[in-house]
């Protein structure tokens, strides 16, 4: 093989082994940091459920309770504040599970319910066993899993 052509495969070589580095820097400073869209995506308007005209405030959950994984047992007073949940330090719960990510998912109330949205995770929020996609209101007792913390919302 003639000297150019060897030049040109080491050179190619490189290219592709940059671009794999970048790559892999991109997803952990992703999965470290969380991505840009996250934080800048406003949350979306649930539609409002039909209710009834006299829904007394007992119905409602006082606490968010985390039933599995290793944070089992943890107890979170519910306020009219939003929860994040995820790997991040600045979480209102810090998971350290390496299926979740720095901001994983949201809990905040609206109209008297609350809602669960997840923040783009790589390996999703799920409601019962139903994965979310989109903010979805949370019934009382109904399980809450990311990755291998379970939540559920009581009175």
Do not use: C
């Amino acid at each position: 093989m003639s000297e150019l052509t060897l030049l040109l495969i080491r050179l190619a070589f490189l290219a592709v082994l940059w671009f794999f580095v970048i790559a892999a820097v991109g997803v952990i400073r992703t999965d470290l940091f969380g991505s840009r869209t996250a934080a800048v995506v406003p949350a979306r308007k649930v539609p409002k459920p039909v209710k009834p005209a006299a829904k007394s405030k007992k119905g409602e959950p006082r606490q968010m309770v985390v039933t599995g994984g290793p944070l089992q047992g943890t107890t979170i007073t519910l306020s009219e504040t939003p929860i994040t949940i995820g790997r991040a330090n600045d979480s209102t719960l810090v998971v350290s599970d390496d299926y979740a990510s720095s901001r994983h998912a949201r809990l905040f109330p609206q109209d008297g319910q609350w809602i669960v949205e997840d923040l783009g995770s790589t390996n999703g929020t799920y409601l019962d066993r139903s994965k979310v996609t989109r903010p979805t209101p949370v019934p009382l007792g109904v399980p809450i899993r990311i990755g291998k913390t379970v939540i559920e919302l009581r009175k």
